[in-house]
């Protein structure tokens, strides 16, 4: 008789984790379509009522909007500076090369609570007013150190010898980088981008600091959390980013794995 081969501590481990990081999120998805107020168990019934309501909510269309505005613009320029700071570290040797890497890190390891009271106090001392700006300002500073290292891991596979190529062939050093090197490593910078606008567009703390008048969708869906009767649409809205962020973190994953080169035997 063949013995039955039971699981083992690794995949029973695995197993407990995703149920406790998945199972909230579908309740969440699940309590969306609860044709009533309330959080419990049994559904008072399937419906699509709390989805049709959020179009004809304005304020929460109009955070939406502010939360796209800063993302979109906020992830585009910290690609473009984290990109610049990976082909530093990558490519040259520069002096202070350590400590400039350690700086710009920094923001991984620094409380969003402890930034957000610091770039208040910051943007209050050089007259910036806070603003869908000033938010979109401190999303670029957390957002840089995730950018860099992404496409960081990607360059340090990359052979040097076809951007020298290229040079050889004619082409200065701001050619080959832009006809050679970025397009090979677009992936790695779409992955990049796709990280940084997700991080954005779900900030709370530092927003709830720094957006002013000019409300994004967490503080607004924080703010809601007051009224009750407010609730079930919070919760369908918090399904559809749950959804949307799950989907943009699984392409940027395939889209990093799918710009690594390919291992040799």
Known sequence: MSKIKLPSIGAIYIFLICAVLYAPIILLIIFSFNNGTSLVFPLKGFTLQWYQKLGENA?????????????????????ILGTMGAIAIARFNLPGRGLFLAVSTMPLVIPYVILGVSLLILFKEVGIPLSAFSAGLAHVIISIPYAMLIVSSRLVGFPNNLEEAAMDLGA????????????????????????????????FAIASFLVGTDTTLPVYMYSQLRFPTRLPMVIAMAAIIMTLTMSSMLISEWLRRSGQPPTRK
Do not use: K
């Open 172 to 203: 200065s050093y701001w050619e080959a980088l832009l006809r050679v090197t970025l397009p090979i490593i677009s992936p790695a910078l779409l992955a990049a981008f796709l990280l940084c606008f997700t991080m954005s567009f779900d900030e």
């Open 59 to 79: 304020e929460m269309l109009s955070a939406v909007q502010n939360s796209f505005l800063i993302g979109f613009g906020s992830s585009l320029l910290a690609t």
